[in-house]
């Protein structure tokens, strides 16, 4: 019985060492046959393993372009010099909604939700999810939209003052964010088509001009007509309101005048004309009269019972439009006086043509007995007065309407500096 029990476990043990001689034979073939295989073989299975891997990260973690389809196009329109490139946001905002709906795995039933609510542009909603009951996994969603949207920005530059030939640019910034599904990208467009521009000399504007001068000599000013110039075109005008006959006066165009759609202006923008036919301001005769009512009107304000009233000068002041305006002509020559000049302005001649102001100076005392007490000194201006051959119109002024007075707070020698700088001394 021992015997057999030998026999039996020897048999195992035979069987068991067959079977590990079979393995180790099959191992050692098929590592022969795998040392066989050509270590090209080996390198076009590593680089198929690499390819598909890439593959798969590329095709999880692509780039959507969302400058397809009409977000491709630019038009032109305009003359070449001015034309304007036009780009509608709208295809491009489309197509990023539907790239981001997608990227973050938003229901389509639950995107069109958004566009027929009409928030195209969700992006600019505070709350893009106020219109619809929407879960918490897709408010999650569509809040990754917004964040996404936000920081990704359409720009096309330039957009005017385009010739044909000109390069603009369509860019797609997405504030250099990697998870963003937009790709960031920039697309180059050449302007053309844009209409052809016809030239115009300036002269057949200015041709048109004509001046007349009014006022007196010295203080004279210029009034411009024209049969092609609409009336609210304005000139400006050196020296105006201060001109002497025989002076050469400069009119200035606005550039606006020239500004005419497929029309280029070139040539002078100033025209000239010889001042002629102003007056002289001489001595007027009837100074005493106007002193009487420069006279009336102050002690209407300052009566006998309160103030003495004095009377020192009276001074004569032709109708002026001179201005100090350093920027409206020359800025190399910031004393220059100058002044703008409507077209047509039918008014002109009937304000400024031989018009007068007087102003009359005063010394008023208050009647007290301090002994410090100071003199005011008053200024009466009477104003639309007309010089007819040397004599004021004044008994035909309404002092109601023409006539003020000003308390003066200087001096009397800095007064009296002031009015005779601009003015004629008359009494």
């Not at 329109?77 to 489309?94: C, E, K, R, V």
């Not at 964040?147 to 910034?173: F, M, R, Y």
């Not at 050196?238 to 550039?255: I, M, Y």
């Not at 010394?363 to 104003?383: A, F, G, L, M, R």
């Amino acid at each position: 019985m021992s015997e057999n029990k030998d026999d039996i476990q020897q048999d195992k043990e035979e069987q068991v060492k067959n079977t590990k001689l079979s393995e180790n034979e099959t191992v050692s073939k098929v590592a022969s046959k795998i040392h066989k295989v050509p270590s090209q073989t080996w390198i076009g299975i590593a680089l198929v393993v690499v390819v598909l891997v890439a593959g798969t990260y590329f095709y999880l973690n692509r780039k959507t372009s969302i400058l397809t389809g009409e977000a491709a196009n630019v038009k032109f329109s305009g003359y070449d010099g001015s034309g304007s490139a036009i780009y509608d946001t709208t295809t491009a905002n489309l197509n990023m909604f539907h790239t981001l709906a997608k990227k973050v795995g938003l229901d389509e039933s639950v995107a069109n939700k958004l566009l027929e609510s009409g928030d195209t542009t969700l992006w600019n909603s505070t709350n893009p999810y106020s219109s619809y009951a929407y879960t918490s996994d897709q408010r999650d969603k569509i809040i990754k939209m917004v964040q996404w949207a936000k920081e990704t920005k359409v720009d096309i530059e330039p957009t005017s003052h385009l010739s044909n030939g000109d390069k603009i640019k369509v860019t797609v910034d997405t504030s250099n964010d990697k998870n963003n599904p937009i790709k960031a990208e920039t697309k180059t467009f050449k302007v053309k088509g844009l209409k052809s521009v016809k030239t115009k000399s300036t002269n057949s504007l200015l041709s048109s001009i004509k001046a007349d001068f009014v006022g007196f000599d010295g203080y004279g000013a210029v009034v411009l007509s024209s049969n092609k110039i609409k009336s609210n075109t304005t000139f400006t005008v050196k020296r105006n309101g201060s001109l002497s006959n025989g002076q050469t006066v400069t009119v200035k165009a606005p550039e606006s005048l020239f500004q005419e759609d497929g029309v280029k202006y070139v040539g002078r923008r100033t025209v000239k004309f010889k001042v002629r036919g102003l007056s002289e301001f001489t001595k007027i005769s009837n100074v005493d009269e106007v002193k009487k009512v420069t006279d009336s009107v102050v002690k209407d304000s300052y009566d006998d019972d309160h103030y003495t009233v004095t009377f020192i000068n009276l001074y004569a002041f032709p109708n002026s439009t001179k201005t100090k305006d350093d920027s409206s002509y020359d800025s190399s020559n910031s004393a220059e006086i100058t002044s703008q000049v409507e077209v047509n302005d039918h008014t002109a001649k009937k304000i400024l043509n031989k018009r007068v102001k007087v102003i009359a100076l005063y010394q008023c005392q208050y009647v007290d007995q301090e002994e410090d007490n100071k003199p005011e000194y008053v200024e009466v201006t009477i104003s639309n007065l007309k010089d007819q051959n040397n004599v004021l119109n004044i008994d035909k002024i309404n002092t109601d309407d023409d006539a003020s007075h000003t308390s003066v707070n200087k001096s009397l020698t800095t007064i009296q500096h002031n009015l005779a700088a601009d003015g004629i001394k008359l009494k």
